[in-house]
Each structure stands twice: as C-alpha cells, then as structure tokens.
C-alpha cells in the first residue's frame, strides 16, 4: 500500500494567515493526489483533484500543488469557515490511501 | 443536484454482518463517468477507504478487509450496499457512501478520480 503522511498533524493560525500543509507519498504517485476538508460532523468534501485543480465552488484561496512524491495544500488568506481537518489521498494504485490528517485550529 | 444517503442498522452485534445501502438521487449510477465508494472512519480517526463498485458490477476491495466485504449495485433502484461480515469492535465506524468522478482537462485528457460527491455518514456501532 501507498502511505501517506502528513505535517503538521496539527496547527494553530489566526485569520488572515497563509497556511501550507504538506502530504508525501511513501512512491511516486504523479500528480493522482487529491485534498478534502472535514468539518466537525461532517462528511469530507473535495477541495482539489490532479494535485493542483479546484474543485467547482471552492475558493480561490485555496491551491495545491506538487509532483511525485511530495504536495502541498495553500490556503492563501485563512478565513473563519476554514478551521476544519484537511486530508489528502492518492489515486494513484489501489488501495486508496489517505493521510491521517491535519487539524487547522484558532491561535 | 446529487445527493447520497446511507441507510441501515445503527447497532450489529458482533460476528454478524453490517449491512448497508446507499441511495443516489440526481444521478444516473448508470453513467459511465462515475462509479461508487465506500469509506469509513473510526470515531476521531482518519478515513479508510473499503472499496468500489462500477455500474457493470465489476469491484475492488482493500485487500485488509478483501475476505469480508461485498459491495453490489442495483442501477435499476439506483442503489449500491455494502456488506461486512463477521464485525467486531474494531469495525465500530461513520460509514460514508461517495462517488467517484473521472476527471479531466479542457482538452479532454484523463486527470483524475476523487471522491467529489459523499453521503452524510451514518454511524454503525459494533457492540452486543
């Protein structure tokens, strides 16, 4: 199986921070790289496909990018709705993996 | 708009089989552009992917849960199940239905699955 990890496991940002959490795959997975955000109770929902796409209807503050084996989710300008849990998973080979997560909490 | 909803029981007792159906409205489960997942997650843990089932019928499992999982599909109720047999504890999860969307670019190159649309979960506890 493809692992993935994450860093940080958790942080802590005011609004208006710039954010980077960063996924590395144990192989190389291209750019088959997807990131979710999960909000309490809530079902994950899909922020960016191919490493770098947005999702229809999700902010433009959001970005992603990377290759191979290393990627990285940017939130530009962190606004109050985006403290959430963000996962990323590679489609690259069966199973499917996800990172464990990344807890974006208020400084 | 797309929605998906799982049902089933809340409780199974172990060594028993969790059984679950997920409805799709506002899609054709018959498209060729899309197929369907299951996922799970273990309360305050991370996501687990179980496995998929395309519109033929045709499946794939992750291998650590291979020898208990069933997925099938019913195009013609626009439904897929799950099923889990022998549970214990450990499969006490939130179990999410979502589909699977191919994606590509503008100039129709093939980018990439994700899950772009899930259910709200439904909580399964394994206890007896």
Known sequence: DIQMTQSPSSLSASVGDRVTITCRASQPIIRYLNWYQQKLGTAPKLLIYAASNLQSGVPSRFSGGGSGTDFTLTISSLQPEDFATYYCQQSSSSPWTFGQGTKVEIK | ?128
């Open chain 2, 1 to 128: 708009q797309v929605q998906l909803q799982e049902s089933g029981p809340g409780l199974v007792k172990p060594s028993q089989t969790l059984s679950l159906i997920c409805s799709v409205s506002g899609d054709s489960m018959s498209r060729a552009s899309s197929y369907w997942s299951w996922i799970r997650q273990p309360a305050g843990k991370g996501l687990e992917w179980i496995g998929r089932i395309y519109n033929t019928g045709s499946t794939n499992y992750n291998p650590s849960l291979k020898s208990r999982v069933t997925i099938s599909v019913d195009t013609s109720k626009n439904q897929f199940s799950l099923k889990l047999r022998s549970v214990t504890a450990a499969d006490t999860a939130v179990y999410y239905c979502a589909r699977v969307r191919h994606f590509y670019d503008s100039g129709g190159d093939y980018q990439d699955d994700a899950f772009d649309i899930w259910g709200q979960g439904t909580i399964v506890t394994v206890s007896s």
